[in-house]
């Protein structure tokens, strides 16, 4: 099987002038190939191989493609079905949060890592599909047979909060904080790994770095992407997408979160920087915990619905744990005839975007600074993709 990285490279070119970073310029990753890959395949085959084309984030690709395959085909899956991808998706944002949180977090500023927390949350997430259904069968367009083991799941559900309470929060739910002071009194405790990663974080200096005056991403107009992704021109929106306004937007967690009293407050202290961002993550496992106990009560055993051998259109979208995800597949007689993806990245990286006007102007004495700089950057907006920095001077 033929598998690629589509959170891929992006080269990234920063001009030092007078101890500041003076420019920034990107070049976009080159587009997955996924039409190549999937052309002609029936539309369930298709699915089917999607999750070993994705190397990060194959639930939230997967439940993207599986949409935009049944939005084409004019079907909608069972409750349960939307129900079993909702806990599942919500399942792989809290395994890759606490993967950052723990691990890229703490290396990138110097910290130790907590190897066995990152492993434990891994093995615990790994084991929930078999919980759910046989045979990865919720991998079907319109749906496939699940069968819920409801006891286990409240079981799994219940060691899951355990293991985020104890292992990231050291004890207590950061998601009941108020104000910013309790959070640094809860990070100089130093309990977890997260503590110590914002303790650093919330001092002058850092807090704020990276802030820019990027919107956030709310409510996106689905007609719009819809329409510039059946474009013939859909390439050079997919590598620097914009709203119909020609706005840039920030995608991810932070654009989740924002309505958290405490990223409020952080905000009008410091602005969206490092420290809000990571925050977010944070917050974000008490609302994925919330989310999959809402959700679990809806998982029903049964098939889903049968697909009809049909032609057209479709845009499926998902909240991935790096942010909004979109995948477009025009169908002809069952089968994919053209597939297109816009990836979160592409907001977060765009050339006038988040990354680019967060790193505008902060101060870099030489070429090592300015590059830690990016690299930190690169990790607070989308910790899935590598940068190739090159630093060179006005």
């Known amino acids: 099987m033929i598998s690629f990285a589509p959170e891929g490279v992006i080269q990234v070119q920063l001009v030092l002038e007078r101890g500041r970073i003076a420019a920034v310029r990107l070049r976009p990753r080159p587009l997955p190939p996924l039409k190549a890959l999937l052309k002609g395949r029936q539309a369930d085959q298709a699915a089917r191989m999607l999750p070993r084309l994705f190397s990060l984030c194959r639930i939230a690709q997967t439940c993207a493609a599986l949409n935009a395959i049944e939005q084409a085909l004019g079907v909608a899956p069972p409750p349960a079905q939307s129900a079993a991808r909702l806990v599942l998706t919500l399942a792989e944002t809290i395994q890759e ?100 990663l914002l303790q650093a974080l919330l001092k002058p200096g850092l807090a704020g770095f990276g802030a820019s005056a990027t919107g956030l991403m709310g409510h996106l107009d689905s007609g719009q992407v819809m329409a510039r992704l059946a474009a013939s021109d859909w390439e050079s929106y997919a590598q620097a997408p914009q709203t119909a306004a020609g706005l840039c937007l920030e995608t991810g967690p932070l654009a989740r979160q924002n309505d958290h009293r405490l990223i409020r407050t952080l905000e009008a202290e410091s602005g969206h920087g490092l420290a809000a961002r990571i925050l977010a993550r944070l917050l974000e496992l008490a609302q994925t915990l919330t989310g999959i106990a809402l959700a679990l009560p809806l998982l029903m055993e049964g098939e889903g619905v049968d697909l009809p051998v049909a032609g057209g259109v479709g845009l499926g979208a998902a909240e991935a744990a790096r942010g909004r995800l979109f995948h477009w597949v025009r169908l002809d007689a069952g089968r994919i005839e053209e597939y297109r993806l816009l990836a979160p990245t592409e907001w977060n990286f765009h050339p006038e975007g988040a990354f680019v006007q967060g790193l505008k102007g902060a101060e870099a004495a030489d070429a090592e600074t300015a590059s830690a700089l990016a690299r930190r950057q690169g990790l607070a907006l989308d910790p899935c993709v590598g940068l190739e920095i090159e630093v060179s001077h006005a």
Do not use: Y
Request: glycine share 8%.
């Open 97 to 196: 949060h606490a993967t950052r949180l723990t691990l890229d977090g703490p290396l990138a500023f110097g910290q130790a890592p907590d190897v066995e927390t990152a492993k434990a949350v891994r093995r615990h997430i790994a084991a929930l599909v078999p919980l759910i259904c046989k045979n990865d069968d919720w991998v079907r367009p319109g749906g496939g047979r699940l069968s819920p083991r409801p006891n286990d799941l409240a079981d799994w559900l219940e060691e899951l909060r355990r293991l985020i309470l104890s292992g990231l929060m050291a004890g207590r739910d950061v998601s009941a904080l108020l104000e910013v002071k309790d959070l640094r009194d809860w990070a100089q405790g130093q309990g977890s790994a997260p503590a110590r």
